[in-house]
Nanobody, 121 residues
Framework: QVQLVESGGGLVQPGGSLRLSCAAS????????MAWYRQAPGKQRELVAA???????NYVNSVKGRFTISRNNAENTVYLQMDSLKPEDTAVYYC???????????????WGQGTQVTVSS
């Protein structure tokens, strides 16, 4: 229902910061939940951060206090500010737009193509 394009990934040293952007082709307010997922080499895809239409946020414990998800409805863009990055944060990060009906992304969820984040010294 919407096309999502992630950007902002790259190579950063441990302790550094990156700001990921997810630009949507349509109104992100049409979705109950906007979220960032990541998939590291050899690991399952996991939810990193989510933000509801009402502004409530949720984070996986490993990033709590370091990552901040936000959205700009006027710009149809979702952001993930990543601070104090660790090598364990290395992964492909995906943006997701979901109706929020059930747990996890639903059948009608929209996904971006992903952006690579590499944290290495």
């Amino acid at each position: 229902q919407v096309q999502l394009v992630e950007s902002g990934g790259g190579l950063v040293q441990p302790g550094g910061s990156l700001r990921l952007s997810c630009a949507a082709s349509g109104s992100i307010s049409s979705f109950a939940v906007m979220a960032w997922y990541r998939q590291a080499p050899g690991k399952q895809r996991e939810l990193v951060a989510a933000i509801t239409r009402g502004g409530r946020t949720n984070y996986v414990n490993s990033v709590k206090g370091r990552f901040t998800i936000s959205r700009n409805n006027a710009e149809n863009t979702v952001y993930l500010q990543m601070d104090s990055l660790k090598p364990e944060d290395t992964a492909v990060y995906y943006c997701n737009a979901d109706q929020g009906i059930g747990p996890g992304p639903g059948e009608r969820s929209s996904w971006g193509q992903g952006t690579q984040v590499t944290v290495s010294s």
